[in-house]
């Protein structure tokens, strides 16, 4: 396995819960 490939989807997953929480609740920010 790619461990760059794995950190970058890792990565890119968390970034997409991170905004997708940040729509659902806006009153974190």
Known sequence: ???MYL???LVAIGL???LL???L???KF
């Open 7 to 9: 950190i970058g989807g």
């Open 1 to 3: 396995m790619n461990s």
């Open 16 to 18: 997409l819960v991170y």
């Open 21 to 23: 929480y940040a729509l």
């Open 25 to 27: 609740k806006p009153e």
